[in-house]
């Protein structure tokens, strides 16, 4: 891998550039940056997915045979840099990044052909339906059932903690299919319109005071079988496949980058003499110095299309660990201004005071709402048995 920035490299971040100035308005940037939960709505990020749709940038980070855009691992780079330096709201991860490889490895030729272009579109919105009250960590103690009725199945269950379920039109699930043998040779990965009769989305606020998150409740749903991707029972390496996606599927460096520069902005303004909050500055930044070396080598295995495998454990670890501190530093550097609190979301739509109080509002939301990136997609606990497993060869 050459890291090099290359005549023809500047030149493609210029084009870049000028393809956020022309297409990410002041209004989108101020909504992104007073964004405290995880994912920006979708609201906010379509009409920047349709133009990057238009200027055939949409899943850039695809195989170009299904439409990508064949960077290289520097352009990749450099696109997602400029994005999070710009504010640039990216659009449903849940398709794009974590279903879209699975389709690609385990669809039929007829799902490829039908949900991948909706995906680059942004015609779905998806939602990933994996945990359930009881089953999380240990995922394949998952109860949600699918029973076989001539040629769909009947599925009754709950998932929960469901990212923007209320905001999407489609879910993937995975369902239990069978009770024989180990539980999980008996999944089946489903893909399910949320607008089927005898499904209930209900909210879940975070602590942070956002909604994001929700329960998804079925009853007695009939889902085609022609929805099924991979064999029933086989569902499993689906999920873990996807797992790895979640994980290790897209880079953070840039978006870190762009939220640990605004920390240093507000150290340099509320305390920039005090040694302990810049001795911590200091070490942050050597920590994002280092994860995003590693970020770029899994760069080269994603272009050519392969598969992130455990390494995406130890970048969702560090990566969540580097984004809580960042959040928790910023508090400690605002110090008082930490406090204050505003109920109402979303947070651009409801302040109307100059931009360097605004900015301050985010703080506190943002490190509640941070406490979960340790949990989510697998926690640190997990994380480590995992990295374990693979670096003792067990
Ligand atoms: C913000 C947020 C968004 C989410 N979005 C989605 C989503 O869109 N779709 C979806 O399906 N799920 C989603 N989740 C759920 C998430 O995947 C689970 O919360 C996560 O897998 C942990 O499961 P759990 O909450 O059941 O906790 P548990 O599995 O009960 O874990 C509780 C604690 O015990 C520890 N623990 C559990 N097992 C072990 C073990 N074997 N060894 C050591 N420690 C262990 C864990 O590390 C954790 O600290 C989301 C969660 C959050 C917080």
């Known amino acids: 891998m050459d890291l090099n920035i290359a005549p023809q490299d500047l030149a493609f971040r210029d084009e870049v550039q000028k393809f956020l100035v022309a297409n990410v308005s002041k209004d ?83 799902q490829k052909d039908f949900y991948l272009p909706r995906i680059a579109a942004g015609e779905d919105h998806w939602a990933q339906g994996y945990s359930e009250p009881g089953a999380g960590s240990d995922l394949a103690s998952l109860k949600c059932k699918a029973e076989s009725d001539g040629d769909d199945y009947i599925v009754n269950g709950q998932k929960i903690w469901t990212t923007q379920a209320h905001k999407s039109n489609r879910i993937f699930a995975l369902v239990r299919t069978s009770n024989e043998g180990k539980r999980q040779e008996g999944i089946t990965f489903l893909l399910v319109d949320l607008d089927s009769p ?131 530093l910023t508090m400690d550097a605002i110090g008082e201004h930490a406090l204050k609190w505003v109920v109402e979301r979303p947070l651009y739509e409801t302040l109307q005071l100059p931009e360097e109080d605004e900015d301050l509002l985010t703080a506190a939301p943002r490190y509640l709402n941070y406490r979960a990136y340790t949990i989510f997609g697998g926690s640190t606990e997990i994380q480590t048995t995992i990295l374990a497993k693979s670096m003792l060869g067990l």
């Open 28 to 110: 989108i940037q101020r909504a992104v940056e007073l964004t405290s939960a995880f994912i920006n709505e979708p609201e906010i990020s379509i009409d920047f997915h349709r133009a990057l749709h238009k200027r055939g940038w949409s899943v850039f980070n695809w195989p170009k045979e299904y439409g990508g855009s064949g960077w290289t691992a520097v352009q990749r780079y450099i696109f997602d840099t400029e994005c999070a330096r710009y504010n640039a709201p990216m659009y449903n991860g849940a398709g794009r990044v974590m279903l879209a490889p699975v389709l690609m490895k385990f669809g039929r030729q007829d």
């Open 198 to 328: 005898g499904i209930t989305i209900r909210p879940i606020h975070g602590n942070g005071g956002d909604h994001e998150f929700n329960e998804v409740f079925f009853d007695n749903v009939r889902v085609p079988k022609s929805n099924r991707v991979g064999e029933e029972n086989k569902g499993w390496d689906c999920a873990k496949y996807l797992l790895e996606f979640e994980r290790g599927g897209s880079l953070s460096a840039g978006r870190v980058r762009a939220q640990f520069t605004r920390l240093v902005n507000k150290i340099k303004t509320h305390c920039p003499d005090d040694p302990d909050i810049i001795a911590r500055m200091a070490e942050l930044g050597t920590d994002l110095d280092a994860m995003e070396m590693i970020d770029i080598s899994i760069l080269s295995a994603l272009q050519s299309g392969g598969n992130p495998g455990p390494v995406s454990s130890l970048v969702k670890m560090r990566w969540s660990q580097v984004r809580q501190q960042i959040a928790e």
